[in-house]
């Protein structure tokens, strides 16, 4: 089955940086797009970058200029790099490989870390 490992979460003052990273093993049927989710306290979980096979990376608006999604095929890892974080990025954030489950094909899954915590204060 396929697991996703999430490190470099923390709490760092408002304006500070830190680095997400997720690794991937198992044996997944496809890697459609990888990306990482934020759940804040009470909220719903929401995408905040996603980067697919075709090179495509989707931000959520308010961290365009700030955060930074990539990966490395070869080593089925993505990496989230989080930079002038404001108190508003603050929650957990999951790791989430999609095998094509978003496309409506059938038979294809989406796979979830267990989250990895950050706080931003003011």
């Known amino acids: 089955q396929v697991e996703l490992l999430e490190s470099g979460g923390g709490w760092v003052e408002q304006g500070g940086s830190l680095r997400l990273s997720c690794e991937a093993s198992g044996n997944p049927v496809a890697i459609y797009a990888m990306g990482w989710y934020l759940q804040a306290p009470g909220k719903k979980r929401e995408p905040v970058a996603v980067i697919s096979n075709d090179g495509n990376i989707n931000y959520k608006d308010s961290v365009k200029g700030r955060f930074t999604v990539s990966r490395d095929n070869a080593k089925n890892t993505v990496i989230l790099q989080m930079n002038r974080l404001e108190p508003e990025d603050t929650g957990v954030y999951y790791c989430?490989?999609?095998?094509?489950?978003?496309?409506?094909?059938?038979?294809?899954?989406?796979?979830w870390g267990h989250g990895t915590p950050v706080t931003v204060s003011s």
């Open positions: 989430n490989l999609d095998e094509g489950f978003s496309t409506g094909a059938i038979g294809l899954s989406m796979y």
